[in-house]
């Protein structure tokens, strides 16, 4: 299992930002298991959420590992302009000191980049985001959503059920009025999933 905490102590140097902003757009949206300063609906464009990354050490195991999103540049994905297009999820203003928690959290391929983050009230800051690319060992890549429905019911790790991680940020995203559509068609077969297991004579 591979373990990006401590490069990601080396990426920025937060001593220099005279405030600290967090963009979550998973499980950062309604799992805040760190202290913040304030928080905002927020979005960022030319990137898309995607259930592409496996997840070893949260909702699944190493030899059976679930599946969390990650963000993929719009411009590799299909050509389109990335400024056209929006990502929505929760900013937060944190300190430095959350940063401890947070890059050992996000440890499973996740590397800490700066961004620009557009928040509901039109202010745009800079800020820091957890992306894990396809460079990363534990990335799993596309697959229909019918796949990754599948391998998501069938997966739990120390954080829980993978499928609950789902039904949370589909949830989530829709208290925000985001569209996500490869997120809801995932959450449509995880409840036809359910329905079938819930069906077989035990």
């Known amino acids: 299992m591979i373990d990006t905490s401590n ?19 998973g ?11 304030a928080k905002c609906a927020a979005s ?16 699944g195991t190493p030899d059976n590992p679930g599946r969390v999103v990650t963000l993929i540049n719009v411009d590799k994905q299909s050509g389109a302009l990335a400024d056209n297009q929006a990502c929505v999820g ?19 391929g996740y ?29 799993l890549g596309d697959a229909s959503a019918y796949t990754i429905a599948h391998q998501i019911f069938n997966s739990r790790g120390p954080s829980g059920e993978n499928k609950d991680y789902l039904l949370e940020l589909a949830c989530s995203l829709r208290s925000l009025k985001a569209e996500d559509d490869h997120v809801f068609e995932i959450e449509r077969h995880i409840h036809g999933l359910i329905k079938t297991a819930s069906e077989v004579p035990v």
């Open 7 to 25: 490069e990601n102590k080396d990426r920025q140097d937060l001593t220099q930002f005279d405030e600290i902003w967090l963009f979550g757009y």
């Open 27 to 37: 499980s950062l949206i309604y799992k805040v298991d760190f202290p913040y300063i």
């Open 44 to 59: 960022i464009r030319g990137w898309q959420r995607r259930f592409w990354q496996g997840s070893h050490d949260h909702r």
């Open 90 to 108: 929760m900013a937060y203003q944190v300190t430095a000191e959350v940063f401890e928690h947070l890059d050992h959290r996000e440890k499973n």
């Open 111 to 139: 590397l800490r980049h700066q961004i620009s983050i557009d928040l509901e009230n039109g202010i745009q800051k800079q800020g820091l985001i957890y992306i894990a690319d396809e460079a990363n060992s534990a990335f």
